[in-house]
């Protein structure tokens, strides 16, 4: 019984909260990525999956909409085989991957009606930068796109939960290595193909900011009628 009105009490605070926001929000959090595969010109590569970690500093102008600045880390291993390669077979080259976004775009926001939960997406734009294993910073730069989509859960003004499925990627290029020397013997000839990566992520909604105001529609403003007139019989 006790845990009950415990649970009850829990709730009417979140809907009482009525989808408090703070102006400005950190949010740090982490997820799974799946692995992708590069095909180059004899060779393919591929990026297991793994966990990432990262946070982001979201101002928001409204309760709609926001700006985002986003960074996201994985350290996976990265593994280059010959065409023809069989499931089980070694790699021809191999290294411990890392792959640094460092991104920012638009959030929008829709909060849902009397309730702490608040639906979003967003894209990103920026560069993504590898490193060949984690104590060396040789690292090559790429153009780099993002897009999200998730739920804000909100406990209070300056605390919430983030449940996010995201979108990273990097445009294909013309020159470099990925992780280094991970790619055909000799270099590349033509282009380079992009990484694309999806994952789930879990975060933390720290507000720091002023709260922001509830949106009110305007109300519809009605003329008063004048007061009757007074008639006097004699």
Same mark, same amino acid.
């Given at each position: ?115 702490? /939960?608040?639906?979003? &997406? +967003?894209?990103? =734009?920026? %560069? ?5 294993? @984690?104590? $060396? ?17 909100? /406990?209070?003004?300056? &605390? +919430?939960?983030? =449940?996010? %499925? ?5 445009? @294909?290029? $013309? ?60």
């Amino acid at each position: 019984m006790k845990k009950l009105v415990l649970l009850s009490g829990l709730l009417c605070c979140m809907i009482g909260a009525g989808m408090a926001q703070s102006s400005v929000e950190f949010i740090p959090q982490g997820g799974y990525t799946f692995a992708d595969q590069l095909n180059f010109n004899s060779t393919f590569g591929r990026i297991d999956a793994g966990f990432n970690y990262g946070g982001s500093f979201q101002f928001n102008f409204n309760r709609h909409i926001g700006v985002e600045f986003l960074y996201n880390r994985m350290q996976v291993p990265a593994k280059l085989y010959n065409y023809g390669a069989l499931p089980g077979d070694m790699p021809i080259y191999q290294t411990s991957a890392g792959i640094n976004y460092i991104m920012a775009g638009p959030v929008s926001s829709f909060p849902l009606p009397g309730s702490p /939960v608040s639906l979003f &997406f +967003g894209a990103d =734009l920026g %560069a993504a930068i590898f490193t060949p294993s @984690p104590n $060396s910073f040789s690292s090559n730069a790429a153009f780099a796109y993002g897009f999200q989509a998730g739920t804000n859960i909100y /406990v209070d003004p300056r &605390f +919430g939960i983030r =449940l996010s %499925a995201r979108l990273l990627g990097t445009a @294909p290029t $013309s020159s470099g290595y990925y992780f280094g020397g991970w790619g055909d013997s000799g270099g590349f000839y033509g282009t380079n193909p992009g990484i694309v990566q999806f994952g789930f992520n879990v975060g933390f909604i720290i507000g720091l900011g002023k709260t922001l105001p509830a949106y009110q529609q305007p109300q519809r403003r009605y003329r008063t009628p004048p007061p009757p007139r007074k008639y006097y019989y004699y």
